[in-house]
Antibody, heavy 120, light 110 residues
Framework: EVQLVESGGGLEQPGGSLRLSCAAS????????MHWVRQAPGKGLEWVSY????????CYADSVKGRFIISRDNAKNSLYLQMNSLRAEDSAIYYC?????????????WGQGTLVTVSS | QSVLTQPPSVSAAPGQKVTVSCSGS????????VSWYQQLPGTAPKLLIY???KRPSGIPDRFSGSKSGTSATLGITGLQTGDEADYYC???????????FGGGTKLTVL
């Protein structure tokens, strides 16, 4: 059974940092592109970042570029999101998401999400 | 303001059919595959349709997807109260080099 389990969320002050983790199981993690998608309370979905299977290709939404860093450890079946210079508008549930295949946006498995709250 | 435009809400009676539209441009829907997601209250989104019109295993054929030009449509037939949820379309935007989503459509089954 495919499972994606996020952790690392919590309350952080503006300007602070958090590191989110996503533990993957039930599939060949190194074979899949992975993404982070977030959802502010009561709002819609917002894509945050993408990483290729090997980790050689990274993409970021303009809203987080220069502040967030996506990475993965295929040996540990884990995905990460280093979040720096946090702002109030970064407050959201962060989902770890698997993409079915290269070349299309087809998010077939989502984690349960981890809540990040940025507030003083 | 979302790159992809969806109606904020749609509604229909149980057993009826409803469609949800998703409008974009040549840089996103016009030249890339579209996927659709269902988000039940308090849960993570779930993939309903991928590659414009394909259903993952386990998704009933009451759900269908289509694409024409720069617009895509999600269709749901035989509406059930359990279909009440938020629905999102998503695709890649080649100009922005970002994944983009619609703003979401809340389905109410009256």
């Amino acid at each position: 059974e495919v499972q994606l389990v996020e952790s690392g969320g919590g309350l952080e002050q503006p300007g602070g940092s958090l590191r989110l983790s996503c533990a993957a199981s039930g599939f060949s993690f190194s074979s899949y592109e992975m993404h982070w998608v977030r959802q502010a309370p009561g709002k819609g979905l917002e894509w945050v970042s993408y990483i290729s299977q090997s980790g050689s290709t990274l993409c970021y939404a303009d809203s987080v570029k220069g502040r967030f860093i996506i990475s993965r450890d295929n040996a540990k079946n884990s995905l990460y999101l280093q979040m720096n210079s946090l702002r109030a508008e970064d407050s959201a549930i962060y989902y770890c998401v698997r993409d079915i295949r290269v070349g299309a946006v087809n998010f077939d498995y989502w984690g349960q999400g981890t809540l990040v709250t940025v507030s003083s | 303001q979302s790159v992809l435009t969806q109606p904020p809400s749609v509604s229909a009676a149980p057993g009826q059919k409803v469609t949800v539209s998703c409008s974009g441009s040549s840089s996103n829907i016009g030249n890339n595959y579209v996927s659709w997601y269902q988000q039940l209250p308090g849960t993570a989104p779930k993939l309903l349709i991928y590659d414009n019109n394909k259903r993952p295993s386990g998704i009933p054929d009451r759900f269908s997807g289509s694409k024409s030009g720069t617009s895509a449509t999600l269709g749901i037939t035989g509406l059930q109260t359990g279909d009440e949820a938020d629905y999102y379309c998503g695709t890649w935007d080649s100009s922005l080099s970002e994944v983009v989503f619609g703003g979401g459509t809340k389905l109410t089954v009256l």
